[in-house]
Each structure stands twice: as structure tokens, then as C-alpha cells.
């Protein structure tokens, strides 16, 4: 049993654990904010816009209650138990996840940008093969520590080009 406890508390202490449990919590944070802005900022605004409309009581009776209809907010169709198509808590909801989804995207997007910015061009190579035996020599070596050939040099951009003379890798014939 005390094996089991142990597991359980080496597995709650990791750091991803710690990390999900906090994000979790910031995220049960925002999702308060998220509902304040679109119940007390959006909702007004937009209800305003298309001629003074509250969201939060549009709402369809599909069969009326004990005591009969009009209802002027949907709390009144609730409490007189009436069974209502609730179209402006869905709107609610719809406004809800739409600002979630872009601001996550936002996050996201800021976290890739981040990465791509993080990313450090690769590092010269230091070795490369023996175009003779295929060895991994140093990339500054002048000879082949394998089979001792001796190694072309990279060409220099300014550097004279002499045809003259027999590529060093071949004998030149003269003994």
C-alpha cells in the first residue's frame, strides 16, 4: 500500500501534472472573464445594434405553462413552468466559445511564431567524407587519416584557377 502511495505522489508531482492542474485552473479563470464580457460587453452591444434586443430572454414557448403566456422574460416562462426553446442562451453560449476559440487561436499562433524565432539555423558541419575511401575526416583536414589521400581543398571565390598543374590526389608521372 505504501508502494501504491508512493507511485501516486511520484506521478502528481511531475511536472506535466503541475502544469495541466495550473492551466486548468487559469482556464476554469478565464472562462468567468469570457462569460462577463459576452453577457455585459457583447450581448448589449449587439442587442443594441439590431434595435435594442436582449439576448438573455429570446426564447420561443413551445407549450405554455400553468399560467398562460405572454411571458416577457424567459425566467417567467421558467417559474409558470412552461417549456421553452431557449435561442438566446444558445447565442450566448455561440458568442462564449467564438471569443475562447480566437483567443486561443491568438495564443497559439503566438507560441508558433515564438518557436519559428527560436529556431537556429543548422551548425556548419565540422567533418566531411574522403571523396576516396569515404571515411569521416575533419573538415579542415588537408589529408585522409584512412588512406592518406590528399584531400581537395573547398575553391576560394577570388583564388587564381591554375589548369596547369595535376590534381594532388594523382601522381604526376614524373619520377
Given at each position: 500500500?505504501a508502494?501504491?502511495?508512493q507511485?501516486?505522489?511520484e506521478?502528481?508531482?511531475?511536472?506535466?501534472?503541475?502544469?495541466?492542474?495550473?492551466?486548468?485552473?487559469?482556464?476554469?479563470?478565464?472562462?468567468?472573464i469570457?462569460q462577463?464580457?459576452?453577457?455585459?460587453v457583447?450581448?448589449?452591444l449587439?442587442?443594441?445594434?439590431?434595435?435594442?434586443v436582449?439576448?438573455?430572454?429570446?426564447?420561443?414557448?413551445?407549450?405554455?405553462?400553468?399560467?398562460?403566456?405572454?411571458y416577457?422574460?424567459?425566467?417567467?416562462?421558467?417559474?409558470a413552468?412552461?417549456v421553452?426553446?431557449?435561442?438566446?442562451?444558445?447565442?450566448?453560449?455561440?458568442?462564449?466559445?467564438t471569443?475562447?476559440a480566437?483567443?486561443?487561436?491568438l495564443?497559439v499562433?503566438?507560441?508558433?511564431r515564438?518557436k519559428?524565432?527560436e529556431?537556429?539555423?543548422?551548425?556548419s558541419?565540422?567533418?566531411?567524407?574522403?571523396?576516396?575511401c569515404?571515411m569521416?575526416?575533419?573538415?579542415?583536414?588537408?589529408?585522409?587519416g584512412?588512406?592518406?589521400?590528399t584531400?581537395?581543398?573547398p575553391?576560394?571565390?577570388?583564388?587564381?584557377?591554375?589548369?596547369?598543374?595535376?590534381?594532388?590526389?594523382?601522381?604526376?608521372?614524373k619520377?
Amino acid at each position: 500500500m505504501a508502494k501504491f502511495f508512493q507511485e501516486f505522489r511520484e506521478f502528481a508531482v511531475k511536472g506535466n501534472v503541475i502544469d495541466m492542474a495550473v492551466g486548468i485552473i487559469i482556464g476554469g479563470a478565464f472562462t468567468l472573464i469570457v462569460q462577463s464580457l459576452v453577457a455585459d460587453v457583447m450581448n448589449p452591444l449587439i442587442g443594441l445594434l439590431v434595435g435594442g434586443v436582449d439576448f438573455s430572454n429570446l426564447f420561443v414557448v413551445l407549450r405554455p405553462g400553468t399560467v398562460a403566456g405572454p411571458y416577457t422574460t424567459l425566467a417567467d416562462a421558467q417559474a409558470a413552468g412552461a417549456v421553452t426553446l431557449n435561442l438566446g442562451l444558445f447565442l450566448n453560449a455561440v458568442v462564449s466559445f467564438t471569443i475562447v476559440a480566437f483567443v486561443v487561436f491568438l495564443l497559439v499562433r503566438t507560441i508558433n511564431r515564438l518557436k519559428r524565432e527560436e529556431a537556429v539555423s543548422p551548425a556548419s558541419p565540422t567533418e566531411k567524407p574522403c571523396p576516396y575511401c569515404l571515411m569521416v575526416v575533419p573538415i579542415k583536414a588537408t589529408r585522409c587519416g584512412h588512406c592518406t589521400a590528399t584531400l581537395p581543398q573547398p575553391a576560394v571565390a577570388e583564388a587564381p584557377i591554375d589548369n596547369t598543374s595535376t590534381p594532388q590526389h594523382m601522381p604526376s608521372g614524373k619520377s
